[in-house]
């Protein structure tokens, strides 16, 4: 009968320590349960949100740079456009001057100066406001203001005042560079016509 008592008392007693020994292992799988698993998926998901957010801001930067970009294009297209309308409002209006001035200047008495050497500049292509009136030439040939009256063999008429000078004025003094739009330069590019001065 004590043997029995005993007996019992130690399996009492051995049952109490396994539970003791099972609570302890409980807590470690707790423990090694938070650490190895949920705090690196709770890291990793926080890697990826703010490698998503990156994302984000890196495309919200490049789209507004884009659109800064096609801004920029849309304005300088507007202004090319702008420039363009004027030139060609001004090339349409310039032989209707040159026609008005060849009426009033008719009258007017000439000194033939010769056989000059035409070539041909647009001055609003180089950035010019000049217009197409002009005439660049050798200023001790023709000085600045100098009304001339260009004879081509054709017969056509020009009558251009001295504005401007170039380079090539200096070795060719029989040369004149007249302004005129790219769309109406005669093909040949360079012509021959008889020039007088204008009293």
Do not use: C
């Not at 740079?65 to 309308?85: G, H, I, N, S, T």
């Not at 060849?102 to 406001?129: E, H, M, R």
């Amino acid at each position: 009968m004590v043997a029995i008592s005993v007996l019992i008392v130690n399996m009492i007693e051995v049952n109490q320590a396994n539970a003791a020994s099972s609570a302890v292992n409980y807590n470690k799988i707790s423990t090694t349960l938070v650490k190895d698993t949920i705090k690196p998926s709770l890291m990793h998901k926080k890697f990826v949100e703010a490698k998503h957010q990156e994302a984000i801001n890196t495309l919200t930067k490049n789209a507004k740079a884009e659109q800064a970009r096609m801004d920029e294009a849309a304005k300088k297209e507007a202004e090319a456009k702008k420039q363009a309308e004027e030139k060609q409002k001004a090339a349409s209006q310039a032989p209707a001057g040159q026609s008005q001035t060849s009426q009033v200047q008719t009258s007017q008495t000439t000194i033939n100066k010769g056989t000059f050497k035409l070539s041909f500049y647009d001055p609003a292509v180089l950035g010019s406001n000049m217009g197409y009136g002009g005439v660049a030439a050798n200023l001790s040939v023709f000085p600045k203001g100098t009304r001339l009256k260009i004879t081509l063999s054709d017969g056509t008429v020009w009558y251009r005042v001295v504005n401007d000078t170039g380079s090539f004025a200096a070795s060719n003094p029989n040369q004149l560079d007249v302004a005129m739009p790219n769309s109406q330069v005669p093909a040949a590019g360079i012509l021959y016509a008889t020039v007088e001065v204008i009293q």
